[in-house]
């Protein structure tokens, strides 16, 4: 129902993940390994991928829906980068949604928040799935 406020989704986010997500992307850009070249740009340090953040949001639209067939359209645009410290415990990312509408057709549309330390990360966070 429009206005439904979804189950929060947390992920954890560490150093180990980003060197994964690079060898599986092949984005091996120094800023989200190097704290040396990540400060030297500007950054707070390491930062996650764009692409990795926007996944995670996917993940957590996918577990809303039932099932990745479900998530008929996905879009975000990036607000500010989520800095990984060199820590066991990483960062976390937060996601949320709301509810913005039901349509008689069986599709819901909802708008997504997605957040790392109180930051919003992402903007225009959309998703339409069709519930199962």
């Known amino acids: ?3 439904d406020v979804l189950p929060v989704q947390r992920f954890r986010v560490t150093r180990a ?3 994964r997500y690079a060898g ?3 984005d091996f850009n120094p800023i989200h390994w190097s704290d040396r070249v990540a400060t030297g ?3 707070p340090g390491v930062i996650a991928h764009g692409m990795f953040t926007m996944a995670l949001t996917g993940r957590a639209v996918t577990a809303w829906a039932g099932a990745p067939d479900a998530v008929v359209e996905f879009s975000v645009r ?3 980068p ?3 410290p060199d820590t066991d415990e990483g960062t976390e990312v937060e996601v949320s949604a709301v509810v913005k509408e039901v349509t008689d057709d069986g599709l819901t549309r909802l708008d997504l928040t997605a957040t790392c330390q109180g930051e919003k990360v992402l903007s225009l966070a959309r998703a339409t799935i069709r519930k199962r």
Do not use: I
């Open 1 to 3: 129902m429009s206005g």
């Open 17 to 19: 993940d980003l060197v």
């Open 24 to 26: 599986a992307s092949g």
């Open 41 to 43: 740009v500007g950054l």
């Open 78 to 80: 990036f607000a500010r």
């Open 82 to 84: 989520v800095p990984v």
